[in-house]
T-cell receptor, first 112, second 113 residues
Framework: NAGVTQTPKFQVLKTGQSMTLQCAQD?????MYWYRQDPGMGLRLIYY???????DKGEVPNGYNVSRLNKREFSLRLESAAPSQTSVYFC???????????FGSGTRLTVV | AQSVTQLGSHVSVSEGALVLLRCNYS??????LFWYVQYPNQGLQLLLK??????LVKGINGFEAEFKKSETSFHLTKPSAHMSDAAEYFC???????????FGTGTRLKVLA
């Protein structure tokens, strides 16, 4: 099925470990986004890529890096995980500004 | 900076009753407006959106929302709640010309039998 695919679905990390969350879309969308979802706080934008070759910081970028590998793929890297990064991470894509997002099913990350 | 407020983190309605979920935004210039639904352990799904044109917008699953500029509101309604509507609902806004969306904190809808 067409859509946004995120891997892994679940991950437990120890404090200080690193990992990369993968995201791929097959809808030929230009824009891609990484959000984190925490109880009572809605979704907060970490980084986004308006188009292939560009990335920009969102609301909560500290502790994260991203790579727009090509038009399909947008990865999120945690260099040194902290317990405060325990969250559910969602990748989304959009055809262009003003269009709605298509979301992936999320990655539930726990940092102990 | 743009902000969005969803009044009521939890709303309960009886099956068959009207659903009303509230959303207000802060911008003086009409933004793009969206409602998303999230079922447990799933990603968010677009319900409906307003970008321009008709202020009453119809979406999936019988939901609709009305953009009211004078009230800076975009409330979500459904005439008759169904058990399958139980989920969390998020309002989102984006300023025209930007790529960033701001999400509300969500309203969890409970439907009582």
């Amino acid at each position: 099925n067409a859509g946004v695919t995120q891997t892994p679905k679940f991950q437990v990390l120890k404090t200080g470990q690193s990992m990369t969350l993968q995201c791929a879309q097959d809808m030929n969308h230009n824009s891609m986004y990484w959000y984190r979802q925490d109880p009572g706080m809605g979704l907060r934008l970490i980084y986004y890529s308006a188009s292939e070759g560009t990335t920009d910081k969102g609301e909560v970028p500290n502790g994260y890096n991203v790579s727009r590998l090509n038009k399909r793929e947008f990865s999120l890297r945690l260099e040194s995980a902290a317990p405060s990064q325990t969250s559910v991470y969602f990748c989304a894509s959009s055809r262009d500004r003003g269009h709605g997002y298509t979301f992936g099913s999320g990655t539930r990350l726990t940092v102990v | 900076a743009q902000s969005v407020t969803q009044l009521g983190s939890h709303v309960s309605v009886s099956e068959g009753a009207l659903v009303l979920l509230r959303c207000n935004y802060s911008s003086s210039v009409p933004p793009h407006l969206f409602w998303y639904v999230q079922y447990p352990n799933q990603g968010l799904q677009l319900l409906l959106k307003y970008t321009t044109g008709a202020t009453l917008v119809k979406g999936i699953n019988g939901f609709e929302a009305e953009f009211k500029k004078s009230e800076t509101s975009f409330h979500l309604t459904k005439p008759s709640a169904h058990m399958s509507d139980a989920a969390e609902y998020f309002c989102a806004v984006s300023d025209r010309g930007t790529y960033k969306y701001i999400f509300g904190t969500g309203t969890r809808l409970k439907v009582l039998a």
